[in-house]
């Protein structure tokens, strides 16, 4: 079964700074999708960036980017200039049929 | 795009007693998925439809959960007989029926048996 590991519970950066979440995968197949959700505090879960498996190209979305390692089975969220409101909880998800597998999340926190 | 709603959004009951949840998926989406999410973890899968059909279901998805989604539209997710066990977080998803499209999530169903 695929399994989707976050090995930091939690994590802190200073606003206006970057901070990276990990992620790690363990999967036999070739041809997949990871994402990375967010789920700020009692609201609801949204998706913040995909990547497919067979680009080898890293996914950006304005200040938030990957670093997609295919062969170390690796996918870490890059997030730039930090804002206050990106407080919350990140979730690495790996898909490659229909349901997700979630990682246990990493709690961010911004100071200010 | 009115987004996934999801009734209610808590739910206390005790132990014992049946309960049940309903999700309303982005209307033009022809999947939907419950997950269930306990504290400090990330949500598990319980369960997806295509349509009306139920595809797959998880280990996790005991006789006493059942699903249905009998037009094809909303869905809902009864517990019957609920355990302490049960009380979680239940999100609902839906997307199109396309393996490269994102999955988009409802608010959730807070359960508390007490």
């Known amino acids: 079964a695929q399994t989707v590991t976050q090995s930091q519970p939690e994590m802190s950066v200073q606003e206006a700074e970057t901070v990276t979440l990990s992620c790690t995968y363990d999967?036999?197949?070739?041809?997949?999708?990871l994402f990375w959700y967010k789920q700020p505090p009692s609201r609801q879960m949204i998706l913040v960036i995909r990547?497919?498996?067979?680009?080898?190209q890293n996914a950006t979305e304005n200040r938030f980017s990957v670093n997609f390692q295919k062969a170390a089975k690796s996918f870490s969220l890059k997030i730039s200039d930090s804002q206050l409101g990106d407080a919350a909880m990140y979730f690495c998800a790996y898909n490659e049929g229909t349901p997700l597998v979630f990682g246990k999340g990493t709690r961010l926190s911004v100071i200010a | 795009d009115t987004g996934v709603s999801q009734n209610p959004r808590h739910k206390i009951t005790k132990r014992g007693q049946n309960v049940t949840f309903r999700c309303d998926p982005i209307?033009?989406?022809?999947?939907l998925y419950w997950y269930r999410q306990t504290l400090g973890q990330g949500p598990e899968f319980l369960t997806y439809f295509q349509n009306e059909a139920q595809l797959e279901k998880s280990r996790l998805l005991s006789d006493r959960f059942s699903a249905e989604r009998p037009k094809g539209s909303f869905s809902t997710l009864e517990i019957q007989r609920t355990e302490q066990g049960d009380s979680a977080m239940y999100l609902c998803?839906?997307?199109?029926?396309?393996?490269?499209?994102?999955?988009?999530f409802g608010d959730g169903t807070r359960l508390s048996i007490l």
């Open positions: 990547q497919e498996a067979y680009k080898q």
């Open positions: 209307s033009e989406h022809n999947r």
């Open positions: 998803a839906s997307s199109l029926a396309l393996s490269n499209q994102p999955q988009h």
């Open positions: 999967t036999s197949e070739s041809d997949y999708y």
